[in-house]
């Protein structure tokens, strides 16, 4: 990219944008038909959302720095957009797959979206962003490499197992999605499945005395789960793009949009022995099951799968905090992850984000700093770009909660380029909170029980804590991110509870540089569909 920088010429740039996108790293084509098909879950039959007709859908498989052109087709009869859960669209949220970046893909038509995962490692998965069509599957694994010069800190696994755990409804998504409509919350779902099947449905056959690793998803609706398998203890790897400490944990809570990698030794009697996904948090326990099977197995499972945690917040909060980065171990460059001094630098600005869940017109809604979100009729990356009025506004989302009550609007924060924000989420109610943003990681310095104060900071972690990009708030609690504004566009915040974040828990970031560059962020791509009041443009 360096040497592209130099030219001067804009019709050079124009021309070499495409070549240094592109043209040093390696391509991958994935062609993918989105239909209805059916899917049985639960064990009762259901109209899923299949991607080439599998249920998870293909995984992605990259490698740092590859350009992915994937192409969807919307064989739905409802328009339909993927979004892509931790993977960074650098200067490029024009490929986000949000509608508050991209116009849905309207039933019968296709788009292509052109993504490169540019410096980025780690363990992630896309999903349907649109319409509530998560809760009809839809979503895959999506998994990036280290390239091959850079060490990676353990030995390569004997096989690397993807597992897309979640809890699950068996009343499909229109229904879900008109009892929201109606103003008022889900029911409790009915069961957890993993890798799209319900208990012992699946098995993941392993060599006894070797190592595989596990990368496990949280991708349901509502609930955090605790990961587990019977008899074995997980060494943690990965945390979305860091490499972690490797802690020894015998199980983990994982909560809503998280995704962790562990590594797992088949040490253990030659056997079979239960996977086990349960629901963490919640007055009744939802458990799903699979196996894991010994290739020289003399027994299948036997007895009850093995229970989770029965402490609730306290041990989950202390597992939390002891998730902590290698300082020398490489991330998706050569440097060690130690020498980017994230607690030296000084922050630009706190942003105090506070949840609620006001009733506004009769209906539930969910706000952050009092405002629930509304969608505009038109992508706001359009209506930015092309300067159409009336969509939304900046600054119509405050960087401090009021206390006031809840009301409806097109949330839109504003944020400088290159800023370094300290981000505190506040929980005062006493549900589970757990944000993402898309197109950045965070550094998550601290979290604890009770009201967030400046005080708070002198216990933050300033040395070794992991960057990730969806981060839980416990009940009555806060958590604070150190978050790099370090890449250009609009970038939606969001609870990753798919029913609050339909119902208005998430605004959008914009990431502005005044530089209007290039190198800060793509163009709008030729292929961008229209929508709203962005049509004729
Ligand atoms: C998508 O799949 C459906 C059902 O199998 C098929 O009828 C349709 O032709 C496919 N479309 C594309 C673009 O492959
Ligand atoms: C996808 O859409 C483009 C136009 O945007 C069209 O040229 C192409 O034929 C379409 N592909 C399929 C498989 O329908
Ligand atoms: C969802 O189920 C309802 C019946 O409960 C049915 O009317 C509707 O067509 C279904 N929606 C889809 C997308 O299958
Ligand atoms: C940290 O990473 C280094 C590689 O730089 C590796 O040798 C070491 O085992 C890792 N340590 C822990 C505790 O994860
Ligand atoms: C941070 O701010 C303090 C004063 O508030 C200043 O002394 C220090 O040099 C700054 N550090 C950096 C890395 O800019």
Known sequence: MGECRRLGSVLFILLLLVACASGEDPYRFYNWNVTYGDIYPLGVKQRGILINGQFPGPQIE??????????????LDEPFLISWNGVQQRRNSWQDGVY?????????????????????????????????HKAAGGYGGFKIASRSVIPVPFPPPAGDFTILAGDWYKRNHTDLRAILDSGSDLPFPDGLIINGRGSNAYTFTVDQGKTYRFRISNVGLTTSINFRIEGHKMLLVEVEGTHALQNTYSSLDIHLGQTYSVLVTADQPAKDYYIVVSTRFTSQVLTATSILHYSNSASAVSGTPPGGPTTQIDWSIEQARSLRRNLTASGPRPNPQGSYHYGLINTTRTIRLENSAPVINGKQRYAINSVSFIPADTPLKLADYFKIPGVFSL????????????????????????????????????????????????????????????????????????????????????????MPLDNVGMWNMRSENWARQYLGQQFYLRVYSPANSWRDEYPIPSNALRCGRAVGH
Request: aromatic share 16%.
């Open 100 to 132: 508050g970046t991209n116009c849905a893909i309207p039933p019968g038509q296709n788009f292509t979206y052109v993504l490169q995962v540019k410096d980025q490692i780690g363990s992630y998965f896309y999903f349907p962003s649109f319409a509530f």
């Open 62 to 75: 990259a490698v740092t720095n590859d350009n992915l052109i994937v192409g969807v087709f919307n064989s």
């Open 395 to 482: 600054g119509s989302i405050p960087d401090n909660p009021t206390g006031g009550g809840g009301y409806l609007q097109t949330s839109v924060m504003a944020a400088d380029f290159r800023g370094y924000a300290e981000i505190v989420f506040e929980n005062p109610q006493d549900t589970l909170q757990s944000y993402h943003i898309d197109g950045h990681n965070f550094f998550v310095v601290g979290m604890d029980g009770g009201k967030w104060s400046a005080a708070s900071r002198l216990n933050y972690n300033l040395r070794d804590t992991i960057s990730r990009c969806t981060v839980q708030v416990y009940p009555n609690s806060w958590t604070a991110v150190y």
